[in-house]
């Protein structure tokens, strides 16, 4: 990954989980990160403190990525900042599992606000801003090839992602590639949290390998997708999930 190295990564929800591992991973190959969180200031500091004791660069940017405002906004701060974005990966987004019919309106609201409305935000900052020949990523989620009972707001979030993942690709132009990255079930705090021994056990079993990604198993496909040789791949859908789907 050597071509990673310079690049300017602005990462969205960069705080916690795959998004963390995926800004260290990405200042040890030697890239330029902006590490942006919405509420977690704490845990930020904290990836910014691990990437900036090794001697590799980064700075935080505090967004939220569901306002086009504060969207516009960190797109200027890190223009100013290291003077253009290389590549954009839009992982911030929220999981609520509820069966449908216990789904509020404001249920409704907040996923697609954060998971859709944000990605609808950044992409048209990118149409005008990211570099030529750069690279947008987006997060979605293995959560659109199967019927999960909870999920279907969640799962209605992603496959939107999808779309618009696909017709940006072909929308955008000037060298830019679009992809999306679909993980299966991470073991990270997100999906973690309320799940039993019993029923993780459960779900890892329904993959090839037997067991729950760990974050670097998905960051590692990230890195790829990230680096100059990923080019001709454009407009895709990646599933990351074990033959899981």
Known sequence: MSNLKEKVILITGASRGIGAHMARAFATHGAKVVINYANNHTRAEEVLSDIRQRGETAILVKADVSKEDEVNQLFETTIKEFGRIDVLINNAGMMNTKLLKENTEADFNDHFNINVKSIFFTMKQAAIR??????????????????FPGYSIYS??????DQMTRVFAREIGRGISVNAIAPGPTTTELFLNGKSEELLTQIASLNAFGRIAAPEDITKIVLFMASDDSKW????????????A
Do not use: E, F, P, Y
């Open 130 to 147: 990211l570099a030529d020949n750069g690279i947008i990523i987006n997060i979605s989620s293995t959560a659109t090839r199967v019927m």
């Open 156 to 161: 209605a979030t992603k496959a939107a992602v």
């Open 233 to 244: 791949i454009s407009g895709q859908i990646i599933a990351a999930n074990g033959a899981m």
